[in-house]
């Protein structure tokens, strides 16, 4: 069974910086595409970032580029979100995604219909 599992949530001043990790169980990392999405209080869930599974491939909503970015590190099967220049707007719970094996990350963005595997998700909170 594939696991993922996030860990880095926490509090931040807005202005400030955190990073977030994703490790992933088993032998399940390579050649996954992998991605973050996050659901702010009372909103819908919505996509942050994908990388594709050889890293050669990244994108971003609008509203965390050039703040934002996502590495993956294949040795240790985990993927991260390196956050900058936190927003209050960017208060969310943070949910870790893994692309299904038909998915390569390289031509379009990661979305819930190209998701087969969910971390539970870790929360960020920017203060102001």
């Known amino acids: 069974q594939v696991q993922l599992v996030e860990s880095g949530g926490g509090l931040v001043q807005a202005g400030g910086s955190l990073r977030i990790s994703c490790a992933a169980s088993?032998?399940?990392?390579?050649?996954?595409?992998m991605g973050w999405f996050r659901q702010p209080p009372g909103k819908e869930r919505e996509f942050v970032a994908s990388?594709?599974?050889?890293?050669?491939?990244?994108y971003y909503s609008d509203s965390v580029k050039g703040r934002f970015a996502i590495s993956r590190d294949g040795a240790k099967n985990t993927v991260y979100l390196q956050m900058n220049s936190l927003k209050p707007e960017d208060t969310a719970v943070y949910y870790c995604?893994?692309?299904?094996?038909?998915?390569?990350?390289?031509?379009?963005?990661?979305?819930?219909?190209?998701?087969?595997?969910w971390g539970q998700g870790t929360q960020v909170t920017v203060s102001s």
């Open positions: 995604a893994r692309g299904s094996r038909t998915y390569s990350g390289r031509d379009s963005p990661l979305s819930d219909q190209t998701v087969d595997v």
């Open positions: 088993g032998r399940t990392f390579n050649p996954f595409a």
């Open positions: 990388i594709s599974w050889g890293g050669g491939r990244t």
